[in-house]
């Protein structure tokens, strides 16, 4: 017997997601370990969500992102908003970390949670400086959070943007359509937006609403952070003249001509230019050659994470 992929764990959900990128990741059967977990309950093994160098906390922001799945984040690596949240409030009060950086590989994830961890990262910035490396995607939910950071720094060749929200769902067919199988299902008077329809034109209206919804609150949260308004973001972000046609990811030449990024740097570059900044040699200075060493170090660590 098959086992369900994660595709199957995630359907039904509006979607901050470049689906492109993430289709191996969702047609991915999950592993029997992960299943066997999942029948036990709860995971009790503890999840290293950052790591520390010279007092530079480096998070790294990987994979699908979901709500709280702890079993994703144990066995994948993969954020979950709810360890993004945990992890900022932690990070905030820790006096031994001056400042975050957020590592982003991630074509997006679940829209459901991800206005609180967006929110927990741009009060995190307040605290303390947050810097975002986009190495080598951040797409759709990805840039969601990644636009919190008071600066994007994009690695040569990757890519962000992908703003937007997508619903992937269905409608039951007719005996002898697919499985031949018609099923009906049925609401409470006062709740026909509880399952919508998509093959009614009411279905259909209440779906586009909610993604409508979804996308609003992406786009307030990201044209805050990077500091423009909706209406200048949504024109940034589009492809034509027609704002309606936004949605595409940019390399990072091309993001920082409309405003969504900040520099095109190497990873070495980048911790270079964040631990000198805020996390200077000790007293015996140890040589450049050294200090590039340890800048890979961090580099090499976080991904270990993922």
């Known amino acids: 017997m098959s086992r369900p992929t994660l595709r199957a764990l995630l359907g039904g959900s509006i979607m901050a997601l470049h689906e492109p ?29 950052f790591a520390v160098e010279r007092s530079v906390a480096v998070v790294p922001v990987r994979g699908v992102l979901t709500p709280n799945s702890a079993v994703l984040e144990r066995w994948f690596g993969w954020a979950t908003y709810r360890g993004l949240i945990e992890t900022c409030e932690q990070l905030a009060s820790d006096e031994a970390v001056s400042a975050v950086v957020l590592e982003l590989d991630t074509p997006g994830g679940a829209v459901l949670g991800c206005a609180g961890a967006a929110a927990a990262i741009a009060e995190l910035d ?44 269905g409608a039951f067919v007719q005996p002898g359509a697919g499985t031949g199988l018609q099923l009906f ?6 709740a026909r937006a509880k399952w919508p329809d998509p093959s009614t034109e009411e279905g259909k209206a209440e779906l586009e609403r909610s993604l409508a919804e979804a996308e609003t609150r992406f786009h307030e949260a990201a044209a805050a952070g990077r500091g423009m308004s909706v209406e200048d973001l949504r024109s940034r972000a589009s492809v034509s003249d027609d704002p309606r046609d936004g949605g ?24 270079t230019r964040i631990l000198g900044t805020y996390a200077p040699a000790p007293r015996k200075a140890r040589s450049a050659r050294s200090r590039g060493a340890s800048a890979l170090a961090l580099a090499a660590q976080a991904s270990a994470l993922s």
């Open 21 to 49: 990128a993430a289709r191996w990741l969702l047609e991915h059967p999950m592993p029997q370990a992960m299943e066997d977990d999942e029948a036990r309950g709860p995971v009790a093994s503890a999840v290293e969500r």
């Open 126 to 169: 307040k605290v303390k400086p947050v810097h975002a490396l986009v190495d080598p995607l951040a797409a759709s939910a990805g840039f969601w959070l990644a636009s919190q950071a008071r600066e994007i720094s994009v690695a040569p060749g990757a890519e962000l943007g992908s703003i937007g929200a997508g619903l992937m769902t």
């Open 185 to 190: 299902e049925f609401t409470s008077p006062h």
């Open 248 to 271: 595409a990811l940019f390399d990072g030449a091309e993001a920082i001509s409309r405003g969504l990024a900040d520099q095109v740097e190497t990873r070495r570059a980048f911790y």
